[in-house]
T-cell receptor, first 111, second 113 residues
Framework: QKEVEQNSGPLSVPEGAIASLNCTYS??????FFWYRQYSGKSPELIMS????GDKEDGRFTAQLNKASQYVSLLIRDSQPSDSATYLC???????????FGSGTRLSIRP | EAQVTQNPRYLITVTGKKLTVTCSQN?????MSWYRQDPGLGLRQIYY???????DKGDVPEGYKVSRKEKRNFPLILESPSPNQTSLYFC????????????FGSGTQLSVL
């Protein structure tokens, strides 16, 4: 079992709809969770961080964390073509000694 | 402009020829780290540094060396590159805590023939 798992996609969502990206992790003691966006040929950039159970909203983005079920998700409301990218989930493992990235979900917003 | 600068952007080399990829940040960050990105495997951490003269292994350190003699610089050294080190490499820095809120450089595409 991978330590951080994401569906590789591609996930195709119509413009204006909600895109839902999911990530599961194996280390129950993990405390810090991040979503990075990576455009093709570019470097990753941080878009959301979340540390406690529940929802965290920032503009059109909402991160959701459920530690009991060991998953973290990212919702993108009113999806735009500029949201087309690969989204990487990252988890700092319980001991805080390492960070593990998922392999990423490719999101495509169709007009 | 706050940034993490990697050089070179592209590098083609041959097996066994030592190379160094440089990384520099101008944000006075204490934490710096190196990653490689391979299709289907995502980003994997190679080494990280919490401060000057403090370095630790990440998930895939074999075949790599690093040094942190100055706060702003964190070069990645491949003493004897092999074809399985062909990959896209990213340097990142962070104001801390460790591993959090990473600022990435633009990447170095390395090909080892």
């Amino acid at each position: 079992q991978k330590e951080v798992e994401q569906n590789s996609g591609p996930l195709s969502v119509p413009e204006g709809a909600i895109a839902s990206l999911n990530c599961t992790y194996s280390d129950r003691g993990s405390q810090s969770f991040f979503w990075y966006r990576q455009y093709s040929g570019k470097s990753p950039e941080l878009i959301m961080s979340i540390y406690s159970n529940g929802d965290k909203e920032d503009g059109r983005f909402t991160a959701q964390l459920n530690k009991a079920s060991q998953y973290v998700s990212l919702l993108i409301r009113d999806s735009q073509p500029s949201d087309s990218a690969t989204y990487l989930c990252a988890v700092i493992m319980g001991s805080a000694s390492k960070i593990i990235f998922g392999s990423g979900t490719r999101l495509s917003i169709r007009p | 402009e706050a940034q993490v600068t990697q050089n070179p952007r592209y590098l083609i080399t041959v097996t066994g020829k030592k190379l160094t990829v440089t990384c520099s940040q101008n944000m006075n960050h204490e934490y710096m780290s190196w990653y490689r990105q391979d299709p289907g495997l995502g980003l994997r951490q190679i080494y990280y540094s919490m401060n000057v003269e403090v370095t630790d292994k990440g998930d895939v350190p074999e075949g790599y060396k690093v040094s942190r003699k100055e706060k702003r610089n964190f070069p990645l050294i491949l003493e004897s590159p092999s074809p399985n080190q062909t990959s896209l490499y990213f340097c990142a820095s962070s104001p801390g805590p460790a591993h959090e809120k990473l600022f990435f450089g633009s990447g170095t595409q390395l090909s080892v023939l």
